[in-house]
């Protein structure tokens, strides 16, 4: 699955380029969990309800349950129609510069038996697009000035202004929700909706049963329109930390851990000789973003880092190369930017900032942010230049990246908290 983030501001640290982990049982296969692939987790969802699903586990799990119009296709393309998968969509065409009209293939259906409908679309977009929702793609559906249904199989949408991935921008960011289900719910309740745990989708599996802490399982829908998946079960197993998914697989109580993610990791799974270790590049990148809002109040800038030299500064004094070595070895690479090097606009060559540090230093004094008091940490009119990063308590990577940067914001006088929050 390719994940893509447009985002502000950021520090782009590196992008994993070999992290898959498998399990091959040699011989036949006997017993209950025949057909049974069961991935090891380090996060459990809060819900399944895909507008309000941010984590990658949710997503991945939400991709089986539920459809979207059309996909991203092979190529990775996201300019144009052209190298876009089918979904629930069977064809679609454009109806001048600004409007785009779907066609829906007759045989999808809901788990429930009901018919997919152009009306499920118009309430999706509708759905994704209400702050009563509250929806993390919220923002990236801003261009599409609307959806309608011309009929029970054709839904239109219209969009703002012309630019190049207006198709991607309809298709990538919904996957698409049974109205009838859905509609008797009010939409500030939806993140807590029961629907989210027990989830009716249009997808490739059935949610079977949601076991809190411990696992998620769906099983293969046999009468699913574009044929039935080949495995019969798939499990999803919570566990408290990369560490333990891993100890998992070797000790053959699961099939497979997606992301090694660190050198420690390979090694571990590279000794297991029943595991077979597969690299791939990877569509994943590790950023540190800017909050350029204030904390206590979101309509002013923050005192800090709303000021583009001071993010600069910041960005030059960390040493990328040194950083992804220490995090991953040579499982990543300095990406040019925030993007996945599976992307058609990767381009190394792009001009990055450099690592520098006496620059950073100078440009930083230059906006007033001087180390008057002489305890180490720049300050301008009595406030420290001073930050936290937060980290989710799930991702030992994650926490391993914040101690590194707080120490190289330390060498040009920043002082760093890393505080570990819920994911």
């Not at 309000?52 to 991203?72: G, N, P, R, W, Y």
């Not at 092979?74 to 785009?100: C, H, I, Y």
């Not at 018919?115 to 994704?128: G, L, P």
């Not at 002013?300 to 000021?307: E, G, N, R, V, Y």
Request: charged share 25%.
């Amino acid at each position: 699955m390719l994940r893509r983030f447009r985002l502000t501001p950021v520090i782009v640290l590196a992008i994993a380029i070999a992290s898959l982990g498998a399990c091959e049982r040699r011989g036949g296969c006997t017993g209950p969990n025949c057909g049974t692939l069961i991935d090891v987790a380090v996060a459990e969802p809060a819900t399944l309800l895909p507008p309000s699903s941010e984590d990658i586990v949710a997503t991945d799990i939400d991709e089986q349950l539920f459809l979207k119009l059309a996909d991203v296709g092979m190529s990775t393309n996201t300019v144009g129609d052209e190298d876009f998968q089918p979904l629930l969509a069977q064809k679609w065409e454009w109806d001048g510069p600004l409007t785009l009209v779907f066609h829906l293939d007759p045989r999808a259906r809901w788990q429930d038996g009901q018919r997919v409908t152009a009306a499920d679309v118009e309430f999706t977009f509708n759905a994704y697009t209400d702050s009563a929702v509250a929806s993390p793609y919220r923002p990236k559906l801003h261009r599409i000035a609307s959806v309608t249904q011309r009929d029970s199989l054709t839904a239109v949408f219209r969009f703002r202004e012309r630019y190049p991935e207006m198709f991607y921008d309809a298709v990538y960011h919904m996957r698409i929700l049974p109205a009838h289900m859905l509609r008797p719910v009010p939409r500030d309740q939806w993140r807590t909706a029961p629907f989210g745990r027990q989830p009716v989708g249009d997808g490739p599996y059935r949610f079977v049963r949601w076991q809190p802490a411990q696992a998620i399982e769906l099983v293969a829908d046999s009468t699913f329109f574009l044929g039935r998946p080949g495995i019969r079960r798939l499990i999803w197993r919570f566990t408290p930390s990369l560490q333990v998914a891993v100890q998992q697989v070797i000790a053959d109580q699961a099939d497979i851990r997606e992301q090694l993610v660190t050198p420690d990791n390979v090694e571990r799974a590279r000794a297991a000789k029943q595991l077979a270790i597969y690299p791939f590049r990877g569509n994943v990148y590790a950023y540190l973003s800017f909050n350029q809002r204030a904390s206590d109040d979101t309509a002013k800038p923050h005192p800090i880092l709303a000021d583009r030299d001071v993010r600069r500064a910041l960005s030059m004094a960390v040493d990328r190369a040194s950083l992804v070595k220490s995090a991953l070895g040579d499982l990543g690479k300095v990406p040019p930017g925030p993007m996945s090097s599976l992307l058609g606009i990767w381009d190394p060559d792009i001009r990055q900032l450099p690592y520098d540090t006496a620059l950073a230093a100078r440009i930083l004094s230059a906006h007033g942010w001087r180390d008057h008091d002489g305890d180490g940490v720049r300050d301008k009119d009595g406030q420290p230049l001073a930050f936290h990063i937060l980290v989710p308590t799930t991702s030992d990577l994650r926490k391993q990246y914040a101690l590194l940067l707080q120490e190289q914001f330390r060498v040009i006088g920043v002082h760093v908290e890393v505080d570990a929050v819920e994911a």
